[in-house]
Nanobody
Framework: HVQLVESGGGSVQAGGSLRLSCTIS????????MAWYRQAPDKEREGVIN???????GYAEFVKGRFAISKDNSKNTLYLQMNSLKPEDTALYYC?????????????????????WGQGTQVTVS
């Protein structure tokens, strides 16, 4: 089975930075599309940023210039670097993987495009 585990969340001051990690096992890390989503209380889960097997990146406008996605194939790990954090970035952040055939829309939009999800890691910005 496919397993995704997020880590790196925490509490930071506005303007600060965090780097989230997502370790993926049970799947060929070099193929497929990976994404970060987030969900604040009483809001829908929203796509933040994604990356495909060719390292193509799609991102939501609200994180342009602040967030970056990267991956380390040797470690089977996906990263989300978050800079210039704002209180409105406070949310539970999830990583997701699409392993079925076909590409992923960039930026990520529909949750149904992704096949497996982690449990999330909390980011709180004050």
């Amino acid at each position: 089975h496919v397993q995704l585990v997020e880590s790196g969340g925490g509490s930071v001051q506005a303007g600060g930075s965090l780097r989230l990690s997502c370790t993926i096992s049970g799947n060929d890390f070099s193929t497929g599309c990976m994404a970060w989503y987030r969900q604040a209380p009483d809001k829908e889960r929203e796509g933040v940023i994604n990356i495909n097997s060719n390292d193509g990146v799609g991102y939501a406008e609200f994180v342009k210039g602040r967030f970056a996605i990267s991956k380390d194939n040797s470690k089977n790990t996906l990263y989300l670097q978050m800079n210039s954090l704002k209180p409105e970035d406070t949310a539970l952040y999830y990583c997701a993987l699409r392993w079925r055939g076909g590409g992923c829309y960039a930026p990520p939009i529909l949750r149904s495009e992704y096949d497996d999800w982690g449990q999330g890691t909390q980011v709180t910005v004050s």
